[in-house]
């Protein structure tokens, strides 16, 4: 069975504090792994689609890489406004196109 | 605005009851898709409407049902409702080309219509 784990489940960080967040992934073949944002209430943004191991990808303060068996997501100098739940999701080669996601790591960025 | 459509955004409702959401994807996506999210749970996959057509099953209740309408919008029914049903509920769109066959589909997401059952 495909599954998809995220750890931590919730983090704190001061402002400035580099971190990584990780999601670990079981999947029979897979066709892109894929990093969202979710602020309360609203629903979830796209970051970054990753194919293959080895592949990074940037947005500002974010960094993204993908190996056989995880993804980072490295959060470099982060400010208040990176708080945020941060979904992993990988899409398996026998799902048609729907996307399995990770519970997501709850990130705290305080001043 | 993510060009997603939902409504309602809340809904308040009893046991046993039935409500529909309904879901306007964005301009061009012809592929919908509706996740539930609850706290325990995170976001479950229910079920995928290509042009009108389901293309796949996530793990939606028998008590729920979904279609899509030629203008492309969507509906989830939901009915005999309970006290778990109480979540977030999402839509998604995609649009479909031959690269989607390599894994280039980025789900957008609509703000949520949230269901509380009382």
């Known amino acids: 069975e495909d599954q998809v784990t995220q750890s931590p489940e919730a983090l704190r960080l001061q402002e400035g504090e580099s971190s990584s967040l990780n999601c670990s992934y079981t999947v029979s073949g897979l066709r892109g792994l894929f990093w969202y944002r979710q602020d309360p209430g609203k629903g979830p943004e796209f970051l970054f689609t990753l194919y293959s191991a080895g592949e990074e990808k940037e947005k500002e303060r974010l960094k993204a890489t993908l190996t056989k068996k995880e993804s980072f997501l490295h959060i470099t100098a982060p400010k208040p406004e990176d708080s945020a739940t941060y979904l992993c999701a990988v899409l398996p080669s026998n799902s048609g196109y729907a996307l399995n996601f990770g519970k997501g790591t709850s990130l705290l960025v305080t001043p | 605005d993510s060009g997603v459509t939902q409504t309602p955004k809340h809904l308040i409702t009893a046991t046993g009851q039935r409500v529909t959401l309904r879901c306007s994807p964005r301009s061009g996506d012809l592929s919908v898709y509706w996740y539930q999210q609850s706290l325990d749970q995170g976001l479950q996959f229910l079920i995928q409407y290509y042009n009108g057509e389901e293309r796949a099953k996530g793990n939606i209740l028998e008590r729920f049902s979904a279609q899509q309408f030629p203008d492309l919008h969507s509906e989830l029914n939901l009915s005999s409702l309970e006290l778990g049903d109480s979540a977030l509920y999402f839509c998604?769109?995609?649009?479909?080309?031959?690269?989607?066959?390599?894994?280039?589909?980025?789900?957008?997401f609509g703000a949520g219509s949230r269901l509380t059952v009382l």
């Open positions: 998604a769109s995609s649009g479909w080309t031959s690269a989607a066959i390599s894994g280039a589909n980025v789900l957008t």
